[in-house]
């Protein structure tokens, strides 16, 4: 049998998708998926799925974070590979659309310049005529109420005539097979939505309703992050697809439609400096290797993945390089009780022998939960009695 170059490359990326899966499902699952996928892509039945990408109240963190995703790699993208195996797509970013401008193609008779309508891409996608469609969000959405007579953030236009971003928006989701806040502004707000919020900025899942279902019947798709790693947006969005291809379930998500297999742990649970927290020894400046709670650590109520998937192939832990956890995945980023960032925790006020009994008693569930006082008492009570 012939294997035609688009088809290869149709299947290579896809089983680089399965097999980035593989991480969270059992070998024999990941095989049968890769079986059913390479047979429906030979037998050439699969749609191609669109990608539209669009920016509000960002500063454009998150796309430069996917520039970095290596597991898988937006490379394929930028190589023209999704695009030209049909599967996939990219019919709108502001700053990687192919399909921006004006494309010279080479030919025998000459140069052919062909233009390309971006806004005539972001209309079609308002309107339901780009479909499937995956809608991707960067950036909050303001309050356009607040205002006053001009408007925050635009997307697209009508007749020459800015749409405002939570209209565009509004009208594009309900066409969307899934919705995705790609980075903590578009999830919750984020930096824009720092009190006091002069512009009433807030994220897509409040724009469109924690009850809003997309095509595919799935809420909002939150993945937080200042910025989201790479990887995070490349794992989402590989699950996404086959889940929009009803190959694999909805991903499970936590009660900020964050998906769990990403947001499960806080950073404490895994973070390297976890042993110095046990052990009861703080950094009390920068330099020093120790846990940084009492300079301001969030790591304890924050949920991030960075801990398991660094920001750049396995490289690049906030905590393990010498800096806080400011808790940037966090809904309340970057206000109380994140911020001051540089000010610790209020530390719980319960007594050493109580926070002890109860550690004791439900030990591996909650082993690092004996308090930060509970630790810190107990060494210095040890170091009292070795001075005696
Ligand atoms: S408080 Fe911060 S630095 Fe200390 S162990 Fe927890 S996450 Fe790591
Ligand atoms: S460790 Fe904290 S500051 Fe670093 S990415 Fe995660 S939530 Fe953000």
Redesign the pocket.
Known sequence: MKLKRRIFLKTALVMASILTLSKILPNDKVLELAAEEAKKMLQGEEEPIHIVWVHSQSCSGDSVALLNATDPSILDVLLGQFKNIGEVTLDFHQTLSPQWGVDVVRGEKGDIAKEWDAVEILEKAKSGEISPMLLVLEGAFPDESKAGEGYWSSIGSLNGEPIKATEWLTEAAQYAEAVVAVGTCAAFGGIPAGAPNPTGARGVYDVLGRDFRSKAGLPVINIP??PAAGDWQTKTFAHLLLTVKNLLPAPELDEYFRPVFLYRNT?HERCGRGIWYSSGKFSSEYSQPYCMYELGC??PI?H?P?TAIPFIEGVG???EYG?V??????PRFPDSPLSPFLKALPAPTMPIDLAAGIAAAIGAVLGASITYKARKAKKESKVEEVSE
């Open positions: 992050g200042c950073v969030k790591g924050v991030c960075i832990i906030c905590t800096s956890c400011i808790g940037c995945t966090d």
